[in-house]
């Protein structure tokens, strides 16, 4: 399913500058042009979301070792 900027800020809890920053430095997904609108793909926006979780949780088990 495609989703739009606001959902997109919705699902990540980023707001819309955020989400270009990251875009800027690859650190987000790509969006691609839809009808004169862009959007993401929702799958690839959890799997974003489920990555930075991750990478979050890596992080802690070291700091707590």
Known sequence: RFIKL???MHC???CRSS???YMSS???LGQFARDR???WVESEVHDWMAEKLAMRD???QRVYK
């Open 12 to 14: 990540t809890g980023l």
């Open 58 to 60: 890596k992080l802690q």
């Open 19 to 21: 989400i270009y920053k």
């Open 37 to 39: 609108a862009v959007a």
């Open 6 to 8: 606001d959902e997109v």
């Open 26 to 28: 690859d650190e987000f």
